[in-house]
């Protein structure tokens, strides 16, 4: 499992089996992402073939010092014309382009017992939601009057109902008359939200309140 194939040279066969296994190792990681998220036939497409150009790639280098600076050079080009993108995108092209750099060196059964491994256990977090976001957690934006005294006039609805608030930020709208402060906060109960939301809506004169995910459980990286 931990020998390569290609240590009595490349020949037809060997890149065969090689190209083969990095084909194998693509579809997983397609069909593993498209089970687990909702990515686009594009993406889902260059994933598929993604380990077999860096088997082509790894192939060509094979030990010269200068075509492997400057396939590295490439790389870095091709991440910086391309878009920030949710960290699961990230995760599902490093772990095909490490799949596709074993396949290149000759590691093909290390790279598909890796490919099954790493797919599983993707799926297997995905699915069960054993490492889900606290939920609890909410940003709360509340509009209040220029002349409310934001520091504590809340304070009795958040020690009621959540186990920790915090100013996050603060801002002037409507021309500077109105205030919108911007609270990270984890409720104690969740049933509980609208009954919070109530009784800031009082506290606040009953002007605007949007309280959502927390930004911090975005997907992005």
Known sequence: MFSSILTSGITAGAVGACLAASVVCGLLCAFTY???????KNFLTALAVLPAIVMMVILMVNGNLGA?????????????RSLPGKASDIVIIFLAMGLGLCTGMGYVVFAL????????????????????ENTSYR???????????????????????????????VRTVNLGTMYQV???VLLKDMTQEKAMIDELRVRNGNLPIISGRHASAAAEL
Do not use: H, Q
Request: charged residues 25%; contains cysteine.
């Open 34 to 40: 498209r089970v687990c998220e909702t990515p686009s």
């Open 68 to 80: 492997g600076v400057a396939v590295a050079g490439s790389f870095s080009l091709v991440r910086f």
């Open 113 to 132: 017992l890796a490919a099954a491994v790493l797919c599983g256990l993707y799926m297997m977090i995905s699915k069960t939601g054993i490492l889900n």
């Open 139 to 169: 940003s709360l934006r509340i509009t209040i009057p220029e002349d409310l005294e934001y520091t504590d006039v809340f304070a009795e609805v958040f020690d009621k109902y959540t186990d920790k608030a915090e100013v996050e930020a």
């Open 182 to 184: 911007t609270y990270e």
